[in-house]
């Protein structure tokens, strides 16, 4: 025996109430999500590409024209997945995985020339980023996919003119370097120049040689001195060598030193040395030192120097 439940008008009321406040809730929901599309795609600031699931351009907003100063009837032919500007940037993989797997993807920057592509050629070139987002049916199906443009040519110029300035600045350090590098070897000549000025051999007679010094003798004149001296006896097998001090300013004990070492060095390559021009505070400060030139004779002028060596050249003879 069949009961039939009896029928409730007010709780079939109330259920469709409830559902009818849902479906409004819903719809306004989708409402808000689609004016935040539009304003987005109406503002103009965004380039927005929409393409069928096959790749090709169902819409594109003003930002887009903008962008990329195309007409959209100019879009009839062009095909996302078939760019072989796209594919040369070698990241493809990218977009197929949004049109035939539904994901995201987020594509490197590059230089994109619409007159390089055949079906476009028309447009001007851009530096754009972009990101590409699928849109599912109900199904979870692919029904379209939307791509958002960033214009980063600004970005891109200044990169390229601080690439240039860089380019720039190398070349004028190179430069300065180049200049700095034949300004030390002029110095350096000079300096070479300055060092043989100031420790001069002169082959006054056959076997005598002179060394007239100027200014302080320190360590490195001292060696400079010992090394032009020997390499000197040695050239001209030179039996005397004269040396001249009336230039030295002050000859202290290092400078005594220093000469003392040259005068050794010259007798074991066989010349007797003799000093002259030595004054009679330099003298004084010798003897008060006990910094004399054992076995090295000496003499006021250059002139007696000479003298007393010729004479004693002759005797020899």
């Known amino acids: 025996m069949n009961h039939r439940q009896p029928f409730d008008a007010e709780k079939v009321s109330e259920d ?43 819409e594109a907003n003003t930002g887009w024209e ?28 990218l977009i197929e995985q949004t049109f035939l797997e539904g994901k995201t993807a987020r594509l490197p920057t590059i230089r994109y020339d619409p007159l390089q592509n055949e079906a476009v050629c028309h447009g001007r070139v851009r530096w754009v980023a972009s990101a590409l987002h699928p849109v599912k049916d109900a199904n979870g199906e692919v029904c379209e996919v939307v791509q958002v443009h960033f214009d980063v ?46 420790t001069p051999v002169l082959r006054i007679w056959k ?23 020997l390499r000197s006896i040695v050239e001209t097998s030179a039996e005397t060598v004269i040396l001249d001090v009336t230039g030295v300013p002050v000859l202290d004990a290092d400078a005594a030193r220093y000469l003392r070492d040259a005068v ?21 400060t010798l003897v008060d030192n006990d910094l004399g030139f054992e076995n090295v004779r000496t003499f006021a002028s250059l002139q007696e120097g000479l003298r007393r060596s010729l004479i004693r050249r002759d005797v020899r003879r």
Not at 207 to 229: K, N, Q, S, Y
Request: net charge negative; charged share 25%.
């Open 66 to 93: 903008q962008l990329w100063q195309i007409p959209f009837d100019r879009l009839a032919d062009y095909r996302l997945l078939k760019d072989s500007q796209v594919v040369a940037q070698g990241f493809m993989h």
């Open 264 to 284: 050794r060095a010259a007798e074991l390559l066989g010349a007797q040395c003799m000093i002259v021009g030595i004054s009679t505070e330099t003298a004084r």
């Open 207 to 229: 076997g005598i040689l002179a060394l007239p010094l100027i200014g302080r003798i320190d360590a490195a004149r001292g060696a400079r001195i010992l090394e032009v001296l």
């Open 16 to 58: 469709l109430a409830h559902e009818n406040a849902s479906l409004r809730q819903r719809v306004a929901e989708l409402e808000i999500a689609a004016r935040r599309y539009q304003a987005l795609f109406d503002g103009g600031v965004l380039s927005v590409q929409v393409y069928d699931p096959e790749s090709r351009t169902k």
């Open 153 to 198: 040519g600004e970005l891109k110029d200044s990169e390229e003119e601080l690439r240039q300035k860089k380019e720039q600045l190398e070349a004028a350090v190179a430069m300065r370097t180049a200049e700095l590098s034949e300004q030390l070897r002029f110095s350096e000549e000079q300096q070479h120049a300055i060092a043989a000025l100031s």
